[in-house]
């Protein structure tokens, strides 16, 4: 009898193919662990093929009807059919023992996935608390208010309901963690934290040798800091005048680029402030080489007392002493590992001070810098690997 690998079905439908997580390191990690391994999403167009890490890919194009997303928004609901239908045929399709949710939406195929008749396993990763993006990420006003909450709460019940019927729930911190085992056994929800898996050698040693003072990596946004930093290195500028600040990745909204331009312009800061679009993740490493330190100026809403951001293991990484946030999960990373300065991140003075302070005073810089690396050691994906495989192979027992 011939033995046929089990096969894996990613799904989601608000991220990249070469998404850091989803592709770099769970799909990876399972088709080297021996997994077949599909990858099914949406995106702004439509292509299929197998990737150099030979994962299967199907990319759906998304219709737009329109420049207006509300407007765009009703088309689509009130249209029969549309990505979901589309998406639920491919991913029937591939025929998988496991199909692995990655984002809030998809979950409309959970139980018709779990209802094929070869009885496939599923799995939901929850990225983000997504009611509290709803409140967080929504600014409203008046009666638009009430319906964001209603719509919050409407969406907390609906996710939980799915997550009912699910074999596994896979959280990336502990506070979404503890509120799918608010209503599911402890076994079935576990934490799988998006440790770093970028090679961190080749570091200067010299900070000298680097191009950067400070890098901010990431999705950039005002919630996240953005024109915040921009005011700091105003400030931060009249003491260290050839400051250099690079900020790298992708713009939300796409119009913030030319606000954050004319901010820049505006007070002289065009040799001090970089603004980088996105590049291939794993080119990142290049540029944290390059850099002195790591900014993570998070703004105090819940989601970000929440959410568990990548950026900070990559930073330690690299060597690169954390400027961030003085809440939230950042705040404690940075002060358990003495692995850099908390500040009020509404504050461009306190975050000012804190990169000034730290590229003068080499002997503490050295010393954060050195306590990141060290304490980095705990935080590769390579033990996250290995849980990620335990899971599946404690799913998969009985398909054996």
Request: glycine share 6%.
């Amino acid at each position: 009898m011939t033995h046929h690998p089990k096969r894996i079905c990613l799904l989601a439908d608000s991220h990249g193919l070469y998404d850091d997580r989803i592709y770099w390191k769970e799909a990876v990690s399972l088709s080297r662990s021996g997994y077949e391994v599909y990858y099914v999403l949406a995106t702004d167009r439509a292509k299929n093929g197998i990737t150099g890490e030979g994962i299967h890919y199907t990319m759906i194009k998304r219709k737009t009807f329109s420049g207006n997303r509300y407007i765009n928004y009703l088309v689509k609901l009130l249209l029969p059919g549309g990505l979901y239908k589309h998406m639920f045929k491919i991913a029937k399709s591939v025929k998988a023992d496991v199909y692995h949710i990655h984002d809030l939406k998809v979950n409309r195929l959970g139980l018709k996935l779990k209802k094929l008749p070869w009885k496939p396993k599923l799995v939901y990763d929850v990225h983000e608390p997504y009611p509290e993006n709803i409140l967080d990420y929504n600014e409203t006003k008046g009666l638009a208010t009430f319906v964001k909450n209603r719509y919050a709460e409407y969406i907390r019940k609906w996710e939980n309901n799915h997550a009912l019927k699910y074999d596994f729930i896979i959280a990336t911190e502990e506070n979404v963690q503890a509120r799918f085992r608010g209503f599911l056994p402890d076994e079935k929800v576990q934490i799988i934290y998006n440790y770093t898996d970028l090679d961190n050698s080749q570091i200067p040693l010299a900070t000298e040798e680097k191009d950067y003072d400070a890098i901010y990596s990431g999705g950039i946004t005002k919630r996240r800091g953005a024109m915040k930093i921009l005011g700091a290195v105003s400030l931060a500028k009249k003491e260290r005048p050839d400051l250099k600040v690079l900020f790298l990745g992708t713009f939300f909204p796409p119009e913030l680029s030319k606000e954050m331009s004319d901010f820049i312009k505006k007070n002289n800061l065009e040799e001090n402030v970089i603004l980088m679009d996105a590049i291939p993740y794993k080119e990142v490493a290049g540029f944290y080489r390059k850099s002195k330190l790591g900014l993570g100026i998070f703004l105090p809403i819940r989601t970000h007392e929440i959410i568990l951001q990548i950026k900070i293991f990559e930073y330690m990484n690299f060597g690169l002493p954390i400027i961030g946030s003085n809440f939230g999960h950042i705040n404690r990373y940075i002060n358990e590992y003495k692995a850099g300065l908390t500040v009020n991140p509404e504050s461009e003075e306190e975050i000012a001070h804190a990169i000034t302070s730290l590229l003068k005073n080499k002997n503490l810089y050295e010393e954060m810098s050195r306590n990141g690396l060290k304490a980095s050691e705990k935080f590769k994906w390579q033990f996250m690997e290995e849980k990620l495989l335990s899971i599946y192979h404690e799913l998969l027992a009985d398909k054996n």
